[in-house]
């Protein structure tokens, strides 16, 4: 970690419009919840709960804000050339790429998993039974594997931003929900499992697909592999002066 | 500096910056063609048309770009791939974006404790940057609000401010007004005085005249020139020049001329009279009188082309 790289960050992503933004995405959160909760009928609260943490909270919140932070964190720099101000200097590549996933990571994690701790405990008007705490400790799981995922791609691509969407809406959001095969490459669901595992509700409030050995599994090494070959990437990158 | 020759490794090693038949070619398009040269102090300019691969020289010197063939080092490592040549080594890019939340102090401190500095003398040394670079009046704003020349200020300021002693700017005076030029020229030429290489770019034959002790001529990827910027010059003045001429007899000026030695080629062609010489001066001082003796008055002398593009490109064709 270094700090002055992470300060920098930290101000580069806290932009004010980005902010609002996904304030205003995890607000839309607490609100559903806050609707539920004064004219629901309270009948169902675990089976809402889950269904409002999952869908929008998992499947939206999640991978939306760690796309929008971990995209800019370091691929912004690289395409507007301020990037060069931090290569050119005796800090490791490592160190950068470490760095810049961790803020990142943090930004993200403050910003998903607060709504969904708040939500969840006004839909389930309480803990209820370890749900809220399962979907919050899922949504930081997620959000650091989301983060590295993204972080990755931004160094790879300069269509981050789309391809990261691409695959968050198709691949878990569609083809997911029809071919149960792809669901071991899917890290909401990844999420839901460890939410499950956590979580001591009824299947039918909380069914994960994967099991949770599999789930951590693919999750750590799918994380550790892009972000080793991000740091590789971020070793190797070359940053033309002029457009050939 | 040498140029072109392959000089013995001693000397490669003891060079401050070394390319050694470096080239850089992306895909099918050759940027960089073969370049040789060293910089030992002082400054040298890389004079050169836009796009000519002068950036691209700089970002392989500044271990951004890896040479496709050849080598580039910097105190005699290669210049990629070896982050702590950072410590030695201070970059002004072309590109204008600088971190716009960032206040000039703070972007300068910032850069100063990337090189490693500790707070404290981060900030000292930050606070001199700034000062060198004439940027006190704008330190506490932030960047976002400068003009175009006080954010290339800045830059200069974060370049320098870790001392070091190579310094690679890539169009440095782009956006300065006549005052900061002047004042970035006296700073640069100070920063030589103390043993640095500074190395800079321009496309503008005025700057790199007025401030390089050695230039360095770019054309589509290769050294067309180098040496100190006199000789340069004279390459330039005394390069082929074709001149159009009307007069009141152009057959007869022409059927004149030809029996001068000065001259090269002569041409009647659409009643316009074309004359090439390879000797500038000594063709000036004579047609006058050869139009004088053939009772021909001469009505316009006109040089074809003096735009610096072609000036590049005889160099290249040399």
């Known amino acids: ?244 | 500096m040498t140029q072109g020759d392959s000089p013995a490794e001693e000397a490669g090693k003891r060079a401050t910056v070394a390319l050694e038949a470096a080239s850089r070619w992306y895909g099918n398009v050759v940027a960089v063609n073969e370049v040789s040269f060293q910089l030992d102090g002082g400054i040298t300019g890389l004079l050169g048309p836009n796009g000519a691969g002068k950036s691209t020289i700089l970002h392989m010197i500044a271990g951004f770009l890896a040479p496709s063939s050849g080598s580039v080092t910097v105190g005699g490592h290669p210049a990629r791939g070896h982050v702590e040549m950072y410590r030695h080594v201070g970059l002004v890019p072309e590109r204008e974006e600088v971190y716009p939340f960032l206040t000039g102090r703070g972007f300068v401190d910032a850069n100063a404790r990337l090189q490693g500095m500790p707070a404290a003398e981060a900030a000292a040394a930050a606070e001199r940057a700034i000062g060198l670079v004439e940027l006190e009046g704008a330190q506490d704003r932030p960047i976002g609000t400068y003009s175009k020349g006080m954010r290339q200020r800045a830059k200069v300021a974060a370049a320098l401010v870790h001392e070091p002693p190579i310094l690679l700017l890539d169009e440095p005076f782009n956006g300065m007004d006549p005052r900061q030029r002047l004042q970035m020229m006296g700073l640069l030429r100070r920063m030589a005085a103390e043993g640095r290489t500074i190395l800079f770019s321009s496309h503008i034959l005025e700057e790199v005249e007025r401030l390089a002790d050695q230039v360095l001529v770019i054309v589509a990827g290769r050294l067309a020139a180098s040496g100190p910027f006199r000789d340069i010059r004279r390459l330039m003045t005394d390069r082929p020049h074709t001149f159009t001429i009307r007069s009141s007899d152009d057959r007869a000026l022409a059927a004149a001329l030809v029996t001068e030695p000065t001259i090269g080629s002569v041409s009647v062609s659409d009643g316009q009279l074309m004359v090439g010489t390879a000797d500038f001066g000594a063709f000036s001082r004579r047609v006058a009188g050869v139009a004088r003796r053939s009772d021909i008055t001469l009505h316009e002398l006109l040089p074809t082309d003096e735009s610096l593009e072609s000036v590049f490109s005889y160099l290249v064709r040399r």
């Open chain 1, 1 to 244: 970690m270094n700090p002055v790289i992470a300060s920098i960050t930290l101000r580069q992503l806290l932009s004010r419009r980005r902010t609002i933004l996904l304030l205003l995405l995890g607000g839309v959160l607490v609100l559903v919840a806050l609707i539920y909760r004064l004219a629901g009928d309270g009948r169902d609260d675990l089976n809402f709960t889950s269904g409002l943490l999952d869908n929008l909270g998992l499947a939206a919140l999640m991978p939306l804000v760690a796309l929008l932070f971990a995209t800019s964190a370091l691929g912004s720099e690289l395409e507007d050339g301020t990037a060069v101000f931090i290569l050119a200097k005796p800090v490791s590549r490592w160190s950068i790429l470490v760095t810049k996933l961790a803020v990142a990571s943090g930004c993200s994690l403050v910003v998903t998993c607060i709504p969904i701790a708040v939500a969840g405990l006004i839909g389930a008007g309480g803990t209820g039974d370890g749900l809220v705490a399962g979907y919050t400790v899922a949504a930081a799981f997620g959000t650091v594997v989301y983060c590295a995922l993204f972080l990755f791609l931004s160094l790879v691509t300069g269509r981050a931003l789309i391809i990261g969407l691409g695959y968050v809406l198709i691949w878990e959001g569609v083809l997911s929900g029809l071919f149960a095969g792809t669901r071991t490459f899917s890290v909401r669901q990844y999420s839901l499992a460890l939410a499950d595992a956590v979580a001591d509700v009824p299947s039918n409030v909380l069914d994960a697909a994967l099991d949770l050995r599999t789930a951590l599994v693919m999750a750590v090494v799918i994380a550790c592999a892009v972000t080793f070959l991000a740091g590789r990437r971020l070793a190797r990158i070359e940053i033309a002066g002029e457009a050939a």
